[in-house]
């Protein structure tokens, strides 16, 4: 991994690439430099930009840079100044969306090789003719030529995940019979047509990438040894690396999500590469999508699936993830928890991308770090201040005569608030009442695929000590014991709502939390009813379909149920677990790219999801519920599980009202309606820098 090497003249020190995001805030060139200055300190070998239209047609949407425009100049400026000051590389990634343009965005129709419907855009694009293919090829040599003129290290063209290039390699979307398509030769045509054009733009030398599609993951595409066809020819005509990307928006197989095991598609690009060498193309590979640690990285480097690796969200929880590991210390690093709640759903809109588990992404410039991070090139020695008290580490004491504050509840709002606190030099105290930290992500954590969320608490307990924060765990503390502090955070998060149950001593009734506890005991009857069915009961319902619940999957039994969830038909045995929700959609609050994995998930194994019931009693057999056309209908059950929400756990925010002691309420316990874990880091980062 820290091997370095070179995409055809940039040489880079090591092995990981930051991949490429879309992040709806490039038109603030402020915003943009802050966010890229942090991740080349932090030691990416190279960045690549989020996507930037060649054209006004090929725009992914109104927050999409088109090349050539001033708000691309002004951005591209902003973006080269920081990421070179800080001694890194960036890459401009040329974008054309074809299908995947919406109309709406500037009254264009979308252009693509064929009119085949878009489920993504919801709209049938025009087929180019040959003039507009040919223009297109204009826009992308132009764009290549822009690129190298404004200083840019390099060029991705992107070329895989359903967009415009793609597009034409695929037989489900290029339905032509010309010299752009009809077969396997042609379909290869406009992708080779593309690289050449960026290549004679660009000039000889200089370092173009291509995002090439291992795998569509669409039923009627090419298959992969089309691709592989395809990286062949893309070598041998000069692209200097090939990025493998995987599925498309429209693809029913998930490629981004947490229940994506690790590392799953490497093996994608691992063929691709073993296909390059048997043509003796030495043209390195870069394998992409849920590498989340640099130990996953480091295999797969090691045992030659790929020559490099690229991390995109992975940068957004931790800017610095190469420094702290290159400085050995690889349990200061944020990992990312694939939940694509404050990233991808929102690249999906025109919210500005951020981060679940990092709620400064995208706002570094607004957020300024006090005392340095672990791993940053000029930071102070590190572990200095973690056996010390608060605020008199040497990072820590040009703060020390500040009053100290009590944080109560180590959940997501209270651990990023004691965090950010510290970081400004602020004495913190945090109280939890459980006997570990984490709160509602311990629940988590237990759920197939988001073991991950484990490595958040991983995180802030080595975070937090080295930032001198104090941790007391297992004290419910009373608003009279904190007295001492000049300002109470009170993060005491939320509790189960609790529901009226006719009937309810007939059967066992259980809150979500004792549910959470005891999965392997649910698992072993015959039914279990989880009235309520928004994020919770669904990682439920996950949890309980598991073999074996709540204990942590190794990589083989990850491996297994992906396959048992995503390739086999939709399962028939009822698995005995029924989700009733009275309104609303079954998962709503999961983000758009998550809930139908999540969804697929469940009826993969036969869950049933019923909506518009309501629970009129318990009997000895089940609950009895009036349907949605009103009859009755009897679900057999010998548990009754409750996530119905939740309410604000508000005791010791009265008792500091009470006695007067200043306090401010953050997270669930300042409202638990709507409640999202995004919402909670966002609290604890702003009311720990406004204190
Ligand atoms: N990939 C692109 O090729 N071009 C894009 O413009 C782009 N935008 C993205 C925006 C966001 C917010 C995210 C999270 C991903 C985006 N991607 C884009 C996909 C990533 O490059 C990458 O393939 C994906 O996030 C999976 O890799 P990871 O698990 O390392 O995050």
Redesign the pocket.
Known sequence: MFTPGAIGTLNLPHRIVM?????NFESDPRALGAFYAERAAGGAALIVT??TAVNREGS?GRTYLVSGSGAFQEAAGAALEAVHDAGGRLAL?L?HAGRYAFEETYGLRPLAPSPVWSAYSRSTPAAMNPEQIAQTLEDFAGAARLARELGFDAVEI?G??GYLVNQFASAATNLRDDDWGGDAVRRRAFPLAVLAAVRDAAGPGFPVIF?LSGDDLVPGSSPPAEYAALATALAAAGADALNI?IGWHESQIP??QALVPHGHWLPVAARIKAVLAEHACPVPVIG?????SLGQAEAALAAGQVDFV?????F?ADPRIVAKSSAGRPELVNT?I?C?EA??D??LGTEP?SCLVNPRAGREAAYPLEVQPAGMRSGPAEGSSRSAPAGSGPALSRFAARPAVAVAGAGPAGLQAAATLASHGVPVVLFEAEPGIGGQFLLAGKVPGKADFLETIRYFEHELPRLGVRIRTGVRVQAAELTGFSHVVVATGVLPRTVTLPGREMLPVLDYRAAFAAPAALRALPGVAVVGAGGIAVDLAHLLISPTPGRPETAQQAAERFAREFSGPPGTDHAGITLLRRGGRIGAGIGPSTRWAALQALRSAGVRMLTGVTVRYLTDAGLLVSGPEGGDLLIPADAVVVAAGQVENTELARGLQAQGTAFSVIGGAASAAGLNAVRAFAEGLECGTAL
Do not use: K, Y
């Open positions: 991949g490429s995001m879309h992040l989020g996507g992914g990634q974008f992107m895989s995940e995002r990307g490629t981004v992409s999508n849920r590498i989340n690229s991390m995109a969200r992975p957004l990312c694939a694509n990233c991808i929102r690249s991308v």
